[in-house]
């Protein structure tokens, strides 16, 4: 037998087996002390530990601060799923480096500025009645104002829109409760058009403002002509709610600085941030955008300004749909209670949190009962009289978070370095948790839709000192999980993060969510659509047209095809590539070496990138993802020829050349292993076959994808035959080996649906047969015992048969080997495999164990 086909045949009949483990009594203890860990330290471990394959319940969506992209991330495990590529360019995903992504990421161009970075804080998700329905995800970047929109089918950004009036924003991105808008409130007050305008103006020239992205949730775009803003006072607008339930059609703003002071230490005024919190009270805005988007309908009431429509404050104002609440100064977070009620507000310079109450503030602005104006002309209600409660609460309080527990909710404070439980309703504090060190945001599952879910709470801290290992002076972020679902709280998890800084986090039930595996052959996955590059399997092609040369490629394992591209110097060079495969998780990434330039490729995705070919050379591109076993060799080469110059043809290197008796034997030989191959793969279709493997989807999925690679032999076959009637060995000795390609490749995925459909059909172990299995192969036996096969040692397939009183024998056979060395059958065996069994030293139990094993195996017999 080739060594090709032993590797072969040992991975199939030795790979069915995978040997499952089992501890015996007394481990835990063991490892416990030995790790220094305590009873709790499990109990938490076991909260939060998902087993290899398990899935988690909730699906965190975070912000990745000033990296510009998001994180994804299961709880409770906290294992990091994704990141996600938003205001960033991100190369494993291409996105910024192929054309097709460039478009989404150029739309964030500001002032025809590329933008490569963002200052990402708030991700949303969109709602259908105050519920997530899984379906989109937006996030606004604070330093350049923008919102992104992904989508939640494949976890790619789509759409990014450039608020062209703001120059800051905060308070985004939070959708309506039918997703109807996108709220995105400005941070620092500048003026609304681009041009220069004197500091001292401040307050005549420069403005805040809500803006109101309208939202298509069908198709999960923006719309920016349906889109409009709410011009405010230069009062820096913070955080931002939308309504819902009782209180929906309504925004809710905060803001400091309603001083409106504009700082100035260079000329000897007092520093911004103490004329900034002179006030005891800042504002919460107040305003009915769903009466202000019709008044927005009628020109006479906008003005447009950068091509975006604008509602002055007179307009807002004399329609009653705008006004102001005072609020304790420089307050932070404002979060609407599920049922739109109650609106809790926390000051970061305020020990209370501020519970207001909807119907009340609801009746002041029914009756016109005002406490008076903002210097805008801005009616301001009364700040007791709209008020449900106040709680102390403790230093910092920034943020809220709902559960699943009516009127409890959840407050980080910033300066304690806490976590307080408490009840809006009621207004008791219930309990405290600490945290390390300075939450920022705090994130319930599902803590801020009409529905949450309660169980856990994450705690989004700023500072990670003396809790993980020390990587230099920037440290991790540190994301805390909390267990909520007890009468108090308790910190089951650390979990660093590489990506900074997260702000705002949402978390979603993961079964809302329903990502695909695979596109539509050909799709641009920006758009959604059919790419106008779509190129089908015989359809690859190069087209010039004076310098610009466009090339039609298609991957699929393991070629990339056309592997030769000849260009002049100075061409301008499209490639538009289809990953043609249909089977989940093969992407194909692709590069040309020196370009700057890569895609990724998901099956049926078509992408493009485009270069000049300003450089002469030769330039490998390749597949970059390792796709297979054959990824090494999906390559081709780009060359590159300068028009002006003439090249000499290098000597002809004499070649020693095989003869034509050595070239038969070589094809001989290569036929043999192929036919050998196939009987390997013969004997694994009966398996899957005799095992009914349509029943099982899973399985049934493998084995179509592993007769779509064998499905390509016959062809292979064909030019093979064609090739030795001509007379060429070389050529066909090529196509044969390409035969031997796909068939290790039918044989990978072969493998994979025989192992999957053996732990569907086996029946179960028990406890005795998993400690066994581990003693098994703990204890060495595994290293001369393959079951189901003679290897080392003899097969172990029905050994509790082949003896008398059978589970005495073996049992005595492996507790002392030696005392039997002399009887005839051991003897013949040591002879055979000129070996003789070790004494391994096993306990009785473990011997008891390993029989139930054998007895297991037994059971299975069929399957090895
Ligand atoms: Cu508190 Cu931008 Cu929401 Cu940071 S913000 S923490
Ligand atoms: Cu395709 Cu590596």
């Not at 906290?78 to 996600?84: C, D, G, N, V």
């Not at 260009?567 to 989940?584: F, P, Q, S, W, Y």
């Not at 390792?626 to 003439?646: Q, R, T």
């Amino acid at each position: 037998m080739s060594n090709k086909l032993n590797k072969l045949s040992t991975l199939f009949l030795g790979s069915a087996l995978a040997a499952t483990t089992a501890f015996s009594s007394g481990a835990l203890e063991k490892v416990m002390k030995e790790r220094g860990l305590t009873e709790n330290d499990v109990i938490r471990a076991a909260k939060t530990y998902l087993p290899t394959g398990g899935r988690d319940e909730f699906v965190v969506f975070s912000s990745g601060g000033q990296s510009g992209q998001m994180l994804v991330y299961g709880v409770p495990s906290m294992k990091i799923l994704k990141y996600i590529a938003v205001f960033t360019p991100e190369p494993w995903q291409g996105y910024g480096f192929d054309e097709d992504s460039k478009k989404v990421l150029r739309q964030g161009n500001v002032r025809g500025r590329e933008i490569n970075w963002g200052d990402t804080h708030h991700p949303g998700l969109s709602e259908k009645d105050g519920k997530y329905d899984g379906k989109w995800l937006v996030i606004n970047d604070k330093a350049n104002p923008r919102i992104a929109v992904i989508d939640l089918e494949d976890f790619e950004t789509k759409q990014i829109v450039v608020n062209p009036v703001f120059k800051s924003d905060h308070g985004g991105a939070f959708f309506t409760q039918n997703s109807e808008y996108i709220i995105e409130a400005c941070q620092y007050a500048a003026p609304f058009d681009n041009n220069y305008h004197p500091i001292e103006e401040y307050k005549e020239t420069y403005r805040g403002g809500a803006t109101l992205w309208k939202f298509n949730p069908e198709i999960g775009r923006i719309d920016q002509n349906a889109s409009f803003v709410i011009e405010m006072p230069p009062y820096m607008q913070d955080l931002s709610d939308a309504g819902k339930g009782a209180s929906h059609g309504w925004g809710f703003t905060n803001s400091f600085n309603t001083e409106m002071y504009t700082g100035g230490i260079e000329v000897g005024m007092p520093p911004f941030e103490a004329g900034c919190s002179r006030y005891d009270t800042d504002f919460l805005h107040v305003y009915n955008w769903e009466k202000l988007a019709k008044l927005a309908e009628d020109p006479k009431n906008v003005k447009v300004v950068n091509g975006m429509r604008i509602i002055p404050m007179e307009v807002s104002i004399a329609n009653d749909a705008l006004f102001l609440i005072p609020e304790p100064k420089s307050p932070h977070g404002v979060d609407v209670s599920p049922d739109g009620e109650y609106i809790t507000v926390c000051g970061k310079l305020d020990t209370h949190a501020s519970v207001y109450k909807w119907s009340k503030i609801k009746k002041l602005i029914a009756d016109k009962k005002f406490v008076g104006k903002d210097p805008y002309g801005i009616p301001i209600l009364d700040m007791k009289s709209s008020l449900h409660g106040q709680v102390e609460l403790g230093l910092g309080p920034l943020h809220n978070q709902y559960s699943n527990v009516d009127g409890e909710i959840y407050t980080s404070l910033y300066v304690d370095s806490q976590i307080v439980k408490w009840n809006y309703k009621t207004l008791k504090v219930l309990d405290k948790e600490n945290v390390h060190y300075n939450v920022g945001h705090l994130c319930g599952m599902e803590g801020k839709s009409a529905d949450p879910q309660g169980k856990y709470i994450i705690s989004l801290n700023k500072l990670a000192i003396d809790r993980f290992q020390n990587v230099g002076p920037l440290h991790p972020q540190n994301h805390q999980l909390i267990d909520i679902s007890g009468k108090t709280m308790d910190l089951l998890y650390d979990m660093p993060i590489p990506l900074g800084e997260p702000h705002q986090a949402v978390a979603i039930r993961a079964s809302k969510l329903h990502p695909k595996v695979r596109y539509q052959m050909g799709t641009n996955t920006k758009t959604g659509k059919p790419h106008k590059g779509k190129t089908l399997a015989g359809q690859e092609r190069i087209v010039r047209e004076g310098k610009n040369v466009t090339v039609y490629a298609t991957m699929v394992r393991s070629h990339i095809n056309p592997e030769r591209i000849t260009v002049n110097k100075g061409d301008i060079v499209t490639m538009h590539i289809t990953n043609l495969e249909r089977a989940e998780d093969e992407t194909h990434g692709f590069t040309v070496d020196n370009f700057d330039v890569h895609m990724s490729l998901e099956p049926g995705e078509t992408s493009t990138i485009k270069f000049e070919a300003d450089i002469e050379g030769v330039f490998p591109y390749y597949c970059t993802e390792f796709c297979s076993a054959l990824h090494l060799e999906m390559m081709g080469y780009l060359m590159v020829k300068d028009p002006n110059k003439k090249y000499e043809s290098a000597q002809k290197l004499k070649m020693k050349t095989m003869s034509p008796e050595e070239l038969k034997a070589e094809y001989d030989k290569t036929v043999a292993v192929n036919a050998a191959t196939q009987e390997v793969i013969n004997s694994v279709v009966k398996f899957l076959k005799d095992n009914n493997f349509a029943d099982h989807k899973v399985v049934a999925d493998l084995v179509t994808d592993a007769f779509d690679q064998a499905g390509q032999i016959p062809a292979q076959k064909k030019l093979a035959d064609e090739a030795v009637a001509a007379g060429d060995m070389e050529k066909a000795i090529l196509f044969e080996n390409m035969i031997w390609q796909l068939m290790v490749k039918t044989a990978d995925v072969g493998i994979r649906a025989k192992d999957a459909l053996v732990r569907l059909v086996a029946t179960k172990q028990s406890a005795e047969a998993e400690r066994g299995a581990r003693a098994f192969d703990e204890g060495g036996c595994s290293g001369c015992h393959v079951v189901g096969k003679v290897s080392s040692g003899p097969d172990l397939t029905g050994v509790l048969q082949r003896h008398e009183d059978a589970e005495k024998w073996v049992s005595a056979f492996i507790l002392s080997p030696e005392s039997k060395f002399k009887e005839p059958y051991i003897k013949g065996m040591i002879d055979y495999f000129n070996l003789k069994m070790p004494n391994q030293h096993m306990s009785k139990e473990e011997i008891k164990d390993i029989i139930e094993y054998f007895k297991w195996i037994d059971e299975n017999a069929n399957l090895f």
